[in-house]
């Protein structure tokens, strides 16, 4: 018996709720359906703007005006785009090796907790800032998450400075992206004023020549006019959300839990209580790599049979069957040994040949005479010994 090895991407190993594409390089969570009505929402209300009000505020007005419209939508698509097919900060789970070594320490710090008692919950003690913060235990990741990170119930993973799980981009808002999800609602927020602004411009200038109603009907342009309507105090305001939460470098789900906030009036250790300090943080920092090796190759061991003759065959899941000849490798794995018709006739010659060798190698004695058997034999009786005498 003999191992085979096969290599694979490491994505498709990783335990989480995601999906993933490109060969690993996209990473989404596997409710993506309000994704794609996000993207049919921004699509949809830009191509009727582009095809129907564009045209005609360029002749009349300036031909400025779709110029800017299409850089913007072009950066709301790439901070979307962005923010949803990257990894947010997905921690990586404890090896079997990792996660038996951080039970036995657990079990040896309960090891004084008398017998029906409850133990004391899984928490270690940082510093930060002069502040004791508690690292909490994930009994799914099995590990001690870092600060600020939290477990998604949806994607099912540990995210590192976890905001909160968006499903308008189909993915987590944590540490590696959430200033492209910021920078999205922001120039979202931008692109649904911009056009609802000139939506009713087009209005206004069409009604002097042919009359409101008469524009309400020639025009597709109402449709725009209605979903950034009812979309901007949305947006607008989930943009006005984060925005305060950036100026306090804190995150959706701290808000939530009042972590900083609470009765207790404890004081945010990440704050560094001045706002553009906070917004640079965020916002200007430096780019976190991903702790996830989801491209890096991994070599798994298959089970395979083996003959005795340095033949092998297929793994034990596609062995043939008994008709089939093995097929033979270049090179022998067993070298120096034999299939098992020829296993009894092999030992019984290599025994006779050491035996014959051994024979050979023996020395024998020159000239050395040949004893009598009464030589040999000594005397056995008395009356021997009396003839002898």
Same mark, same amino acid.
């Given at each position: 018996?003999?191992?085979?090895?096969?290599?694979?991407?490491?994505?498709?190993?990783?335990?989480?709720?995601?999906?993933?594409?490109?060969?690993?390089?996209?990473?989404?969570?596997?409710?993506?359906?309000?994704?794609?009505?996000?993207?049919?929402?921004?699509?949809?209300?830009?191509?009727?703007?582009?095809?129907?009000?564009?045209?005609?505020?360029?002749?009349?007005?300036?031909?400025?005006?779709?110029?800017?419209?299409?850089?913007?939508?072009?950066?709301?698509?790439?901070?979307?785009?962005?923010?949803?097919?990257?990894?947010?900060?997905?921690?990586?789970?404890?090896?079997?090796?990792?996660?038996?070594?951080?039970?036995?320490?657990?079990?040896?710090?309960?090891?004084? +907790?008398?017998?029906?008692?409850?133990?004391?919950?899984?928490?270690?003690?940082?510093?930060?800032?002069?502040?004791? /913060?508690?690292?909490?235990?994930?009994?799914?990741?099995?590990?001690?998450?870092?600060?600020?990170?939290?477990?998604?119930?949806?994607?099912?993973?540990? /995210?590192?400075?976890?905001?909160?799980?968006?499903?308008?981009?189909?993915?987590?808002?944590?540490?590696?992206?959430?200033?492209?999800?910021?920078?999205?609602?922001?120039?979202?927020?931008?692109?649904?004023?911009?056009?609802?602004?000139?939506?009713?411009?087009?209005?206004?200038?069409?009604? /002097?020549?042919?009359?409101?109603?008469?524009?309400? !009907?020639?025009?597709?342009?109402?449709?725009?006019?209605?979903?950034?309507?009812?979309?901007?105090?949305? +947006?607008?305001?989930?943009?006005?959300?984060?925005?305060?939460?950036?100026?306090?470098?804190?995150?959706?789900?701290?808000?939530?839990?009042?972590?900083?906030?609470?009765?207790?009036?404890?004081?945010?250790?990440?704050?560094?209580?001045?706002?553009?300090?906070?917004?640079?943080? +965020?916002?200007?920092?430096?780019?976190?790599?991903?702790?996830?090796?989801?491209?890096?190759?991994?070599?798994?061991?298959?089970?395979?049979?083996?003959?005795?003759?340095?033949?092998?065959?297929?793994?034990?899941?596609?062995?043939?069957?008994?008709?089939?000849?093995?097929? !033979?490798?270049?090179?022998?794995?067993?070298?120096?040994?034999?299939?098992?018709?020829?296993?009894?006739?092999?030992?019984?010659?290599?025994?006779? !040949?050491?035996?014959?060798?051994?024979?050979?190698?023996?020395?024998?004695?020159?000239?050395?005479?040949?004893?009598?058997?009464?030589?040999?034999?000594?005397?056995?009786?008395?009356?021997?010994?009396?003839?002898?005498?």
């Amino acid at each position: 018996m003999i191992s085979k090895k096969a290599a694979s991407r490491r994505w498709e190993k990783l335990p989480g709720k995601n999906t993933f594409c490109c060969d690993g390089r996209v990473m989404m969570a596997r409710q993506k359906g309000v994704f794609y009505l996000t993207l049919f929402l921004i699509v949809g209300t830009c191509a009727l703007f582009f095809a129907f009000e564009c045209p005609y505020l360029a002749l009349h007005l300036s031909p400025a005006i779709p110029v800017f419209a299409i850089l913007l939508f072009l950066f709301v698509m790439a901070m979307l785009l962005r923010t949803s097919f990257s990894d947010p900060g997905v921690l990586p789970r404890a090896l079997p090796e990792e996660a038996t070594f951080i039970e036995m320490e657990i079990e040896a710090a309960n090891a004084n +907790v008398p017998a029906g008692q409850r133990p004391p919950p899984r928490i270690r003690n940082v510093q930060i800032n002069s502040q004791i /913060v508690k690292l909490k235990y994930c009994y799914t990741c099995k590990i001690f998450r870092p600060p600020r990170a939290s477990h998604c119930s949806i994607c099912d993973n540990c /995210v590192d400075r976890f905001d909160h799980h968006c499903p308008w981009v189909g993915n987590c808002v944590g540490k590696r992206n959430y200033r492209y999800f910021y920078l999205f609602t922001l120039s979202l927020s931008l692109l649904t004023i911009y056009i609802f602004a000139f939506d009713i411009v087009h209005v206004v200038l069409r009604s /002097v020549d042919s009359g409101f109603v008469n524009t309400l !009907k020639e025009t597709p342009g109402t449709y725009p006019l209605l979903v950034c309507f009812f979309t901007l105090w949305s +947006v607008v305001g989930l943009t006005g959300f984060h925005t305060y939460l950036i100026s306090l470098n804190q995150t959706t789900n701290e808000d939530i839990k009042g972590s900083w906030s609470g009765k207790n009036r404890v004081q945010n250790p990440y704050s560094h209580k001045n706002i553009i300090k906070n917004c640079c943080e +965020v916002l200007c920092g430096p780019a976190y790599p991903s702790v996830l090796d989801r491209r890096g190759l991994m070599v798994e061991e298959l089970p395979t049979s083996a003959s005795l003759d340095g033949t092998t065959e297929v793994p034990l899941s596609k062995a043939p069957s008994p008709h089939t000849a093995p097929r !033979k490798t270049t090179a022998p794995l067993i070298p120096n040994e034999h299939t098992p018709e020829d296993v009894k006739p092999g030992i019984a010659a290599s025994l006779e !040949k050491s035996h014959t060798s051994e024979e050979e190698r023996m020395p024998t004695p020159l000239n050395t005479p040949c004893k009598s058997p009464t030589q040999d034999r000594g005397p056995s009786s008395p009356k021997e010994k009396v003839q002898k005498l």
